[in-house]
């Protein structure tokens, strides 16, 4: 689906397309935009603004690849007693190739053809140790914890249900205004589920479902199995994933233990079961996140604890947490004292703030919006931006929450022609323009 909005401390009649807020076609340049006084990071790029007023940086993301000396394939028409050495002779299942490059401990290129690789031929939860680097072709592939036969459904009342054991379960057909689907509310039991549409119940092996249009389930709807998602552990190493989808398991749907940079690349990240789409912890250089949409994680859409320093480029995050009591789920936070810049992006429905940067370093954000945050109000959680340390906020747009910057610690919140109506705590103008 393709959206407009307005771009962001420009003319308001001015728009540029949805998912592309570094917008291609831009000529001419401003000029550099220098990291505001007193923040605390140098990063290894510039950021400059376009004549059209929209943020670039000078990120070399090919630079980012790391190194390869082996090279597999893998193919939804592959065979796991192939070679995996060419597309012709691609494995089929994604965790027989970890598997292979695990035991071989080299540095690696994976190629995954574009399709779904569902649950005994998905990414499961093997190590790659060594320095990686995994690129979807011929289409986006989708690595998802759904059982490999679709399940047989019959009638139960107004639901239908299913001989499968679900933790969750998606209606992909039922499109949200982001244009993705819909994780269905977990209910008491299989009666709440026939009263109630959108949601679904699962006891001793059999799952029950009402869908929207209480429509028999399809091949758009997505049981999910409790099983272990992605999980990156590669301590000194760099991990660069491109062009992936990542949809739900029984956790995060990509959780980074350990790592020297990581890299993510185009990459969507959907559905996370427990846990946020991305949680990136002890990762000892820097998280690079490019063109990546989190969508309806049980908590953040990004979120970072003991990483130094991030950075989102044109990055969306959509509606985290709908059904959990707390008001703490983000669409991206960062968390113990690091540094976060973001360039882009769309942050918005979380039940919580749209970024809240808690314990954390510094933030600097340009051309972000944080929107229509659903948390309780009352409770310093429907928020827009938000942080406890200091906040450098440039061209930036939140609306639809109860404050739309919150300063909540000993910092500032500063901020350079942005747009936003309610605050809390402190701000402070602030133009760092040469």
Not at 160 to 172: C, E, L, R, S
Not at 422 to 432: E, H, M, P, V
Request: proline content about 5%; overall charge negative; charged content about 15%.
């Amino acid at each position: 689906m393709k959206r407009s909005r307005p771009q962001p401390g420009g003319d308001p009649n001015r728009w540029y397309p949805h998912g592309s807020p570094l917008g291609p076609g831009a000529k001419g340049c401003r000029g550099d935009v220098p990291p505001p006084v007193g923040f605390g990071w140098a990063p290894p790029f510039r950021v400059y603004e376009t004549s059209q007023g929209i943020f670039r940086t000078t990120i070399d993301w090919d630079a980012l690849v790391p190194a390869y000396t082996d090279e597999f394939w893998v193919s939804t028409g592959g065979n796991n007693g192939n070679t995996g050495l060419s597309h012709a002779q691609a494995w089929l299942s994604i965790d027989v190739a970890l598997a292979n490059i695990a035991a071989a401990g080299n540095p690696t290129r994976l190629n995954i053809e574009g399709g779904e690789y569902t649950n005994s031929h998905r990414w499961d939860s093997t190590l790659i140790a060594n320095d990686f680097y995994a690129v979807g072709y011929g289409g986006r592939p989708v690595t998802i914890s759904r059982p490999n036969a679709f399940p047989a459904w019959t009638a139960d009342g107004a639901s239908y249900k299913a001989a499968v054991a679900a933790v969750q379960v998606i209606d992909n057909a039922d499109t949200q205004a982001d244009g993705f689907g819909l994780a269905l509310e977990l209910v008491a039991n299989a009666a709440a589920v026939m009263a109630t549409p959108r949601s679904f119940f699962e006891a001793a092996g059999t799952t029950w479902v009402h869908t929207f249009d209480s429509r028999e389930p399809d091949t758009d709807v997505d049981c999910v199995l409790n099983v272990n998602g992605t999980t990156i552990s590669a301590a000194g190493k760099t991990h660069y994933y491109k062009g992936i989808e990542f949809r739900s398991s029984g956790a995060a749907c990509v959780n980074v233990v350990a790592a020297g940079n990581i890299i993510l690349d185009d990459c969507w990240l959907t559905f996370a079961k427990s846990g946020s789409c991305l949680d990136c912890d002890d990762v000892t250089g820097i998280v690079y996140l490019r063109d990546c949409v989190a969508v309806q994680a049980t908590d953040d859409g990004f979120n970072y604890a003991t990483t130094p320093y991030a950075v989102e480029v044109n990055c969306n995050s959509y509606r985290h947490g709908p059904y959990e009591v707390a008001n703490n789920q983000n669409g991206s936070s960062m968390h113990g004292g690091g540094v976060i810049v973001r360039v882009g992006g769309i942050y918005s429905g979380a039940k919580g703030p749209g970024i809240a940067d808690v314990t954390a370093g510094d933030t600097w954000c340009l051309g972000c919006q944080a929107l229509d945050s659903v948390a309780d109000l009352g409770v310093n959680a429907n928020d827009g931006f938000k942080t406890d340390g200091d906040m450098w906020l440039d061209r930036c747009i939140a609306s639809g929450n109860e404050s739309d910057i919150a300063e909540d610690g000993a910092g500032t919140a500063y901020h350079h022609e942005s747009t936003y109506t309610t605050s809390r705590g402190t701000l402070a103008a602030y133009n760092n323009r040469p």
